[in-house]
């Protein structure tokens, strides 16, 4: 048996300032056939997890490019087509082939592509022709378009916000493509629209639950995987919103009816499933008078993790006003500042200007005497299994706060964002991040409360407000009832 695995990867918000072209995948992670690491990373993690079947089922494994750009804007169409056409040519080269698996991650957006990963697929499945089984693994926080389930036999994604499972997920399509390539299942895809954009963590009810019976169904034998799509609320795309994808041996009725049922009542969760969100001065406000620490306050969105810069400078400022005494951020964005401070070198006071750079909507630069605490170059966090790069990165201090100024967008994961740029959060009463969710897992066990602050900014956090263009179905809260309603 024959087998190709590849992966493409990025979120794309069509609404930020920023722009996506090939210097982003290379800074982000790009590994060359052959060249992927141990470390699973996202969306890759597929081929750690094929190297480890094939080691023990003596298959041949044919291994492409795996690449993956932080989230940002529009990908540029030159960069779009040369990954496309760098994994197509290794897919034809890699013939004759009894399966293709992929690790996506379903929110990708060129410049004149708006469905990459349904293009993608559609255009190996004519190259491998229709006896390979395709298999696919995705972020929940995709567009799930028609073209992606005609041309996959196996879709499977991430179940957890956060991404706590991304490594599971990979290993379940990796397993259930392989069956279905030996002939011992029959892959039947059927798809529910929720005709709903929320913000769904899983972390909390009524999503704890929800995802709890999805991985129920599984463990009784009922389907091969379930899995809920969230969407995303900041890439204008006709496909956007939830969706449920349910996937049997053989059973489209009863797959269809079991999507819909889960889709249902999905649905029923709208508005309910976020968190408080605050103000930032109720956020910062409520965090400093609190008894104990520390309190992490998450600005939910100027994430990079949604395609925004993550320069953003409301939150400091607001921090600066009120006097906010032990506490540290992470990050903001500035490379020019990184080269500044790196410059200066460690321990040294002077001026610098930072933050603010990229959007109107962010705040106005940051002015101060700053000390540079920390230089470390090719710096990095830990989410879960993987590594992500920070790029070179300096802890500066102004005043009583300590914040990290990194040259690699992220969203923040893990408390060794702060660690590892020798900043003592065991004396801080207050952590300000930058992460909707995906910080939650690591920074619950230090955190004696967590509150999130609502800053608006670069990122379209209201679907009721956002002027998509391509949007042309009814979707909640655009619509209030979307199922007896169809946008003009």
């Known amino acids: 048996m024959r087998v190709f695995s590849a992966s493409l990867a990025t979120e794309t918000n069509t609404f930020s300032p920023l722009r996506t072209d090939i210097t982003d995948f290379e800074q982000s992670f790009y590994a060359g056939p052959g060249d992927h690491p141990e470390t699973p990373t996202l969306c890759s993690a597929v081929i750690p997890a094929l190297r480890r079947r094939a080691k023990s089922e003596a ?120 069956r279905a390539a030996k002939g011992e299942i029959v892959p039947d895809i059927q798809i529910f629209d929720v005709q709903m954009i929320d913000v769904l963590p899983t972390n909390r009810e009524p999503m704890r639950g929800f995802v709890d019976r999805m991985k129920a169904l599984e463990t009784r034998g009922e389907v091969l995987v379930v899995s809920a799509i969230h969407g995303f609320m900041a890439g ?97 964005w500035d490379p020019m500042a990184v080269r500044l401070c790196f410059a200066a070198g460690e321990g040294t006071e002077f001026d610098l200007r930072f933050g603010g750079k990229t959007s109107a909507h962010a705040g106005q630069p940051i002015d101060a005497r700053v000390t540079v605490s920390r230089l470390i170059r090719n710096a990095f966090q830990n989410f879960g299994a993987s590594i992500v790069p920070l790029g070179d990165s300096a802890a500066i201090r102004v005043g009583d706060i300590d914040i990290v100024l990194n040259s690699n ?34 920074f619950a066990p230090i955190a004696s409360d967590i509150l999130y602050a609502s800053v608006d900014g670069p990122y379209p956090n209201d679907p009721r407000k956002t002027a998509y263009t391509r949007l042309r179905r009814a979707v909640w809260p655009i619509v209030e009832n979307p199922y007896h309603l169809e946008l003009v």
């Open 59 to 178: 298959f041949t494994l044919i291994e492409g490019t795996a690449t993956w750009a932080e989230p940002g804007g529009l990908v540029s169409q030159s960069t779009w087509e040369y990954l496309r056409d760098e994994i197509l040519d290794q897919v034809r080269m890699a013939l004759p082939l009894d399966a293709v698996i992929l690790g996506l991650h379903g929110a990708m957006i060129a410049d004149a592509c708006v469905d990459c990963e349904g293009t993608l697929l559609s255009a190996i499945r004519q190259i491998v022709g229709p006896h390979c089984k395709i298999g696919a693994s995705f972020d929940p926080h995709s567009h799930m378009s028609d073209l992606r389930v005609e041309n996959a036999d196996v879709i499977t994604a991430f179940k957890e916000f956060p991404h706590t499972d991304f490594t599971e997920t990979n290993e379940t399509c990796v397993d259930l493509t392989l």
């Open 236 to 332: 204008d795309s006709p496909d956007l919103g939830a969706k449920i994808i349910v996937v049997t041996d053989n059973q489209p009725n009863k797959g269809a009816k079991l999507a819909r049922d889960l889709g249902l009542e999905l649905f029923e969760f709208r508005g309910r499933a976020t968190p408080e969100f605050l103000s930032p001065q109720d956020a910062l406000s409520r965090a400093a008078s609190a008894k104990e620490g520390p309190v992490v306050v998450a600005d939910v969105w100027d994430n990079p993790g949604g395609g925004v810069a993550g320069d953003s400078t409301i939150m400091l400022q607001i921090a600066f006003d009120i006097g906010l005494k032990k506490a540290a951020l992470g990050t903001i």
């Open 409 to 442: 967008r992220s969203q923040a994961f893990s408390p060794d964002l702060f660690t590892n740029l020798g900043i003592n959060i065991a004396e801080k009463h207050v952590l300000i991040v930058k992460s909707t969710n995906h910080f939650h897992e690591a």
